[in-house]
């Protein structure tokens, strides 16, 4: 399984054609207490930089944005219920949705776990 | 007396010390097309508060006020007993001068009265949450239809003919900039069921439906039950939106939300809002529970601070557009705040046995006016169900017959002439509206005059 990140702030999760998608620690951070999540539905497809799904704080509500082009096999309803999860857990038990990829080659573009480092601590 | 307290040499030390040679060059970055030089045509010159006064109660006296005349006018604005508590109340300068309640720490009074407010309109309207007010009536009742947009991914609303038109002519003049579909129709003077069209609301349902939206009592004052409605809605994907614009009706009638309902709007000026020459009012909006991120507006809710405290504040505040812009829920960020208040206070002062009373009052005037005008030669009564408001049907053109009785010092109704001015088939037709404020006396002065009218 290979992890991968976007300048946006998700990650994604490789592991043959099906990937994970969640927001990093780093995003939930900066959010505060995460109240709501929005998920896109099972099926739709969403498109690489893509608004997918929307995260809200107690005082911010952002878009999040899908890292690669694909169809949505899975949305996290366990978020429903609580949302918190992605405060608690955001790269474990707080994903958000999981895609079917439509073309593996555009991970190529995204950061690894050591660049995405770098990537914040630039900010 | 001039109403601009500064003088010649108090603006030139105000310009002097920002640089400023004149107000010309204060004002340089106007461009000088858009800038006003002389007087502005047709507006009188300035004249004292004295002389401003009498000239204004000159004007007034041509008017026949809803207070000194038999009065008989609804179709979305009723004339109800305000107590005169609520007046003064609203008036206190804690609630008069109150800004937008950010701030939860200075404004614990505002938000608990948005607060009471919003529980009030939930439990009258039979909904799990209600905003904390919008602009008026109308302006709710298209923010429905864009939230069931927003709620089903579908852009097809369906609007009852027995939907104000007024209602229908906002949501058009939005549409036309959305894109939204409108599928809309004129009402018929059905006799026993005016302005209802359950059968064709029901038959256009389909898949592609976003909401159909349906008042109740409706514009002729026909009352209908929602229940089967609610359901085809359901069945179909669609949601359910009922406007009420009439709230003291609430009183006797079941209300929407309990009747299947899912977003439940209205105006609220007939409860501690008077006339006001039209505004401002009060609008009210409420929904299921799972809608709330859907919902525009305002919302105040409670909660606990560190210390365990109770506290309000507003809350869900990521739908408003001081968040997140072009991902609002709605443009409109206007709450009706006093008026919110005063719609409270008054319901306050009812309770729920008081408003049991005063609809029932209101719909036992009315039926009594009802028998009493259906006796007169030529008229026809056509409601069988209605609350304080019904539909008669003269033998001749009902516009010119208000007009006549307005002469003689009574405002017999609101004549459909005026408010379908495009329908001849219905010109015939005029809305009765019989509050609590209606006396007997007023009634048999209606119903002699109008007798007299016809024949003429």
Redesign the interface.
């Known amino acids: 399984m290979t992890t991968y990140y976007t300048e946006d702030h998700e990650w994604i999760s490789v592991e043959g054609g099906t990937a994970t998608v969640g927001i990093t620690d780093y995003a939930q951070a900066q959010l505060g207490d995460i109240v709501f999540v929005e998920l896109p539905a099972t099926g739709a497809n969403v498109a690489k930089g893509g608004e997918a799904a929307v995260v809200e704080s107690v005082k911010a509500a952002s878009d999040v944005f899908a890292p690669v082009t694909g169809t949505v096999s899975e949305a996290n309803a366990a978020l429903e219920a609580d949302p918190a999860l992605v405060n608690s857990a955001p790269e474990g038990e707080g994903w958000f949705f999981k895609l079917a990829l439509a073309d593996p080659s555009e991970l190529e573009g995204l950061m690894d776990a050591a660049a995405y480092k770098a990537f914040c601590d630039g900010l | 007396m001039r109403y601009l307290p500064l003088t010649d040499s108090d603006r030139q030390a105000m310009l002097a010390t920002i640089g400023a040679g004149s107000i010309d060059d204060l004002f340089v970055d106007v461009p000088a097309e858009a800038r006003l030089s002389g007087p502005i045509a047709g507006l009188a010159p300035h004249a004292s508060e004295l002389a401003v006064e009498r000239h204004m109660s000159k004007l007034a006296r041509r008017n026949l006020s809803a207070g000194e005349a038999p009065f008989f006018l609804g179709c979305g604005a009723y004339k109800h007993h305000v107590p005169a508590s609520v007046d003064h109340l609203i008036q206190r300068g804690e609630f008069l001068t109150s800004y937008t309640p950010y701030q939860p720490e200075i404004a614990q009074g505002t938000l608990q009265a948005l607060f009471e407010f919003q529980t009030q309109v939930a439990r009258l309207f039979g909904c799990d949450v209600a905003n904390a007010s919008m602009y008026d009536g109308s302006t709710a009742c298209w923010e429905a239809i864009t939230m069931a947009r927003r709620v089903t991914k579908r852009a097809k609303a369906i609007l009852s003919a027995g939907l104000h038109p007024h209602y229908v002519s906002l949501a058009k003049t939005m549409a036309r900039f959305t894109g939204d579909q409108l599928d809309s129709a004129a009402p018929s003077l059905t006799p026993g069921a005016p302005g209802d069209d359950m059968a064709r609301l029901l038959d256009a349902i389909d898949g592609e439906t976003s909401c159909v939206v349906v008042q109740n009592p409706n514009i002729l004052g026909h009352v209908a039950d929602l229940s089967e409605l609610a359901a085809r809605c359901h069945e179909k994907g669609a949601l359910l939106i009922a406007v009420v614009t009439e709230p003291v009706a609430l009183g006797a009638v079941r209300s929407p939300g309990e009747m299947g309902a899912d977003i439940v709007v209205g105006e609220g000026q007939s409860i501690g809002v008077g006339l006001n020459f039209g505004g401002p009012y009060v609008g009210l909006f409420a929904c299921a529970e799972k809608y709330v991120?859907q919902m525009p507006g305002r919302l105040a809710g409670v909660t606990t601070d560190a210390d365990g405290q109770r506290g309000f504040v507003l809350t869900l505040s990521?739908r408003e557009q001081h968040?997140?812009r072009e991902?609002a829920t709605s443009n409109i960020c206007t709450n009706a705040g006093l008026c919110a208040l005063a719609f409270s206070i008054h319901l306050t002062l009812l309770g729920e046995t008081g408003l049991r009373r005063l609809a029932t009052l209101n719909h036992a005037n009315a039926v009594a006016a009802a028998d009493r005008l259906a006796k007169l030669p030529g008229v026809e009564l056509l409601n069988t169900a209605f609350f304080n408001e019904f539909t008669l049907k003269l033998p001749v053109e009902a516009r010119p017959v208000v007009r006549s009785l307005a002469d003689k010092g009574i405002l017999g109704g609101v004549s459909l002439g005026r408010l379908y001015p495009g329908e001849p088939t219905l010109a015939n037709g005029l809305v009765v509206a019989v509050t609590e404020t209606v006396t007997g006396e007023d009634v048999e002065a209606l119903a002699q005059a109008l007798e007299a009218e016809i024949a003429a």
């Open positions: 991120r990521t968040i997140r991902k």
